[in-house]
């Protein structure tokens, strides 16, 4: 008698590693999670697995929230940087993931190149998760679009409905990096449209993204211009992690990306500004914007780990219904 094959392992590599009905899911989960969380219900679906988290570069928000997010869950973890392991001493990747995929039950990892982590993951047991690569930050994207859902878009039973999304301006200001990625990956999953207005030199480049057509998103030289209509305004840091070296050159290119006020005005009334964090006032943003009416950057912050606890539950545990 044969036995049935073990059921793929599902990584979330880049956004588009789970498809427009797995978010609606795993959304929805995010809500109940959520909503668990603040009422103090016990809720320990990953009693007895263990989650191993590498860090290659510094973090705050994304510790925090797996770590935490995990333990909520019944679980525990392992935290992994390149100081302190042979990572740091050339182990090849593809031996640790051979070694900790044996011994724990989920990955994330945050490093540079998304080649590591795809060659980490090929070599995995156990679903891998993208902590930030140089090219993609899915987790942080995912908790934005909640956000965004949570904010302005809920259903007639208060539930997060990815329908409000179709069709909505997102407006990009600033470098063509992993967020930049990640959100038009996003838009040409869920079906609504970036303004990018990127400093000369820092552009997007749609192979590195990995979209099918340039559908999803429409360029602006004049970061106001790219905020007109907008519904939700969104930027990040002027020099990300890793890029270091490029500083002095990046402050002066980005000197005019600092999303303000004015910026703000141009979008919709009732836009919604974002910010991945950590922020730089002065820099990519004024203090009156992230500190301002429109700034949800801490419940952005919170949500993180919301979708996390229930991306983890996707990809160990399938479609947990209510
Ligand atoms: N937004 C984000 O990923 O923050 P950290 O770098 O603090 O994890
Ligand atoms: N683009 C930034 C995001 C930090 C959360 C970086 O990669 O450093």
Redesign the pocket.
């Known amino acids: 008698m044969s036995t049935p094959a073990p059921a793929p392992v599902r990584h979330y590599l880049q956004f588009t590693d789970l498809s427009a009905d797995e978010y609606a899911h795993v959304l929805t989960r995010a809500a109940e999670i959520k909503r668990k969380f603040k009422a103090y219900e016990k809720y320990h679906p990953l009693a007895d697995r263990t989650l191993a988290m590498i860090f290659e ?1 510094a973090s705050t ?1 994304t510790r925090v929230s797996f770590e935490a997010g995990m333990y909520q869950l019944g679980g525990s973890v392992v935290h992994l940087t390149t100081g302190d392991s042979q990572l740091g001493r050339s182990e090849p990747i593809e031996d640790s993931a051979r070694v900790i995929s044996r011994m724990t039950d989920i990955v994330m990892i945050r490093t540079f190149g998304q080649d590591k982590i795809e060659r980490f993951a090929s070599h995995s047991r156990v679903p891998v998760i993208n902590g ?1 690569t ?1 090219e993609f ?1 899915p987790c ?1 994207i995912l908790a934005d679009l909640f956000t965004l859902l949570e904010h302005r878009g809920l259903d007639a039973q208060g539930k997060p409905d990815p329908s409000y999304l179709k069709g909505k301006v997102v407006a990009w200001v600033g ?1 063509g ?3 930049a990625n990640t959100w038009l990956q996003a838009a040409e999953l869920l079906d609504f449209t970036v303004h990018l207005s990127t400093p000369s030199g820092y552009e997007v480049d749609q192979a590195v993204a990995g979209l099918r057509s340039a559908d999803c998103y429409k360029i602006f030289q004049n970061p106001q211009d790219a905020c007109r209509g907008a519904d939700l305004v969104t930027t ?2 002027w020099t ?3 890029y270091e070296a490029e500083n002095e050159a990046r402050k002066k290119a980005f000197a005019d990306w600092c999303v303000d006020e004015a910026m703000m005005q141009v979008a919709k009334p009732d836009a919604l500004f974002m910010h ?3 922020a730089h006032r002065g820099e990519e943003v004024s203090a009156e914007v992230i500190d301002g009416p429109q700034s949800v950057v801490w419940d952005e912050a919170e949500n993180r780990m919301h979708v996390q606890k229930a991306l983890m539950e996707f990809l160990l545990l399938g479609r947990v219904q209510a």
Request: charged fraction near 20%; proline fraction near 6%.
């Open positions: 570069k928000r930030l140089n930050h942080q470098d990096n992993n967020m990040d840091v990300s992690m890793g991945c964090l950590p």
